[in-house]
């Protein structure tokens, strides 16, 4: 590669006096820059060969080339859809020099200066660059990293730039410097609230208070965090972000010895998602009550999207739920469950026991799509607790009626499969327990109205034999 990149830098040294058009130029340089760019991610490259030497030269040369220019119009697009064109010299220099800084030997009073000033570069897309690499500075000029960092959470005004900022730099370094992190994520979070990308910028803050609070249990964070799920009106779309972790961290764990650090990380996420379940219960409940008293043709716009953003929400937390408990990974192409997950696990009981109180409010809320998804999760933990689970699923189909869950041929077919399965399989729960058969009766009544629910009701002797 030294040959032509030295080649084509020497050309364009003499562009202009050798009549070359100045599009052409701009394009070579943009090339240039470019290769230069991607010769910075290699992992064996040093400034001390020849063409570490030659790269650095002249993404630094690039660095103060004029393409980009500022374009108003294109950066009022920039802040919800971060995109630009190429190739484009200051680009491709701000990305292969911050990339460059994570080499010892290739900092110098140069390159930092250069990291500095395209920081503040007027062109949104160049500053992005810096935004998204600033961890490479973190071992070899941590004091001009922190300084741009703070700078631009303090004054950066793209929400573009403060989403890459957020989402790539701060969250890299959270982990080791949650309580710097935090307050810097406080700031962007407290002046970014509307607009263009503000939503992207809140989240990427969300992210980083959530996973602090749940791994590392931040104080600071879990006040942030409680106080998002605690206000689902308010924070309507933060409160989504709260939930990207928990599939995860709610089943951390689950058979570790009691001293692991994962139960707490497990119960912080369980008790979050309870927060943002009774904030939702509490609040549609307010909702509700002012839609029944309102008018049908007099009902506010703004109050009827939200009970649809409650609702929306409420059907992602039970998805994040479902997802948790494993029962997605033990579906069959039919919807039934493999073998494999017909066994009883102590990951299960636990499970199920330690996020009652989560199916309960679920449960509660009685909306068919979380019924059902509530439903499907029982059919999977059942087994580590058969009569106590059948009990539970007659609250949530009792809970369902009141909104017709009864009426979907879907929840027919799982209702009997469901029965179907406590007849082979704990027909003797059935037998001795009458408070079981009781709840079998009223599930069966509830969706006489089905052919194959009716059929099942002709086997109930089955308990019997």
Request: proline share 5%.
């Amino acid at each position: 590669m030294l040959a032509p990149l030295q080649e084509l830098r020497e050309k364009l040294m003499t562009a202009e006096s050798d009549g070359v058009h100045a599009e052409q130029a701009n394009h070579g340089w943009g090339h240039l820059a470019e290769a230069c760019e991607r010769i910075t991610r290699i992992e064996t490259l040093s400034c001390d060969d020849g063409i570490g030497a030659l790269t650095r030269d002249i993404l630094l040369e690039a660095a103060n080339h004029p393409i980009p220019l500022p374009n108003p119009k294109s950066d009022r697009q920039f802040d919800e859809h971060p995109s630009w064109g190429g190739p484009s010299a200051r680009i491709s220099a701000a990305a292969g020099l911050a990339i460059m800084a994570r080499r010892p030997e290739c900092v110098n009073e140069s390159l930092l200066n250069a990291i500095e000033r395209l920081s503040v570069d007027p062109v949104p897309a160049v500053r992005l660059q810096i935004a998204n690499h600033l961890g490479c500075l973190y071992y070899t000029a941590p004091e001009v990293m922190w300084r741009i960092l703070e700078q631009m959470c303090r004054e950066e005004g793209s929400r573009g730039v403060l989403t890459g900022l957020v989402g790539r730099s701060l969250v890299s370094l959270a982990g080791p410097h949650p309580q710097r992190v935090t307050e810097l994520a406080k700031q962007v979070f407290a002046r970014v609230i509307t607009g263009p990308g503000a939503k992207s910028v809140r989240e990427a803050c969300v992210h980083i208070f959530t996973s602090l609070y749940l791994w590392q249990n931040n104080a600071t964070c879990k006040e942030i965090v409680i106080q998002i799920a605690e206000n689902p009106q308010q924070f309507a779309e933060e409160s989504y972000q709260l939930l990207v972790p928990l599939r995860e961290t709610m089943s951390l764990g689950l058979m570790d010895p009691p001293a692991s650090d994962k139960h707490g990380v497990r119960k912080r996420a369980i008790d979050l998602l309870l927060h943002v379940l009774e904030s939702i219960r509490a609040r549609f409940s307010q909702v509700e009550n002012t839609l029944r008293e309102a008018s049908p043709t007099n009902i506010p716009d703004a109050l009827k999207e939200e009970a649809k953003d409650l609702c929306r929400l409420a059907d992602s937390a039970c998805y994040e739920l479902y997802f948790a408990s494993g029962a997605f990974a033990g579906k069959s192409t039919d919807g039934s469950l493999c073998a494999e997950f017909l066994v009883a696990t102590p990951e299960n009981d636990r499970f199920f026991r330690e996020t009652k109180a989560v199916l309960t409010i679920l449960a509660d809320l009685g909306f068919p799509a979380i019924v059902h998804r509530l439903l499907e999760t029982l059919e999977f933990l059942l087994k580590a607790n058969p009569k106590e689970v059948f009990l539970f699923i007659g609250d949530v189909v009792r809970s369902g009626t009141k909104r017709g869950y009864q009426h979907e041929r879907m929840a027919a077919d799982l209702i009997v499969r469901l029965v179907e399965r406590y007849l082979a399989e704990y027909r003797q729960i059935l037998r001795e327990d009458r408070e079981c058969r009781d709840v079998l009766r009223e599930i069966l009544d509830t969706f006489v109205q089905w052919p194959n629910a009716r059929r099942l009701t002709c086997r109930l002797d089955e308990i019997f034999r």
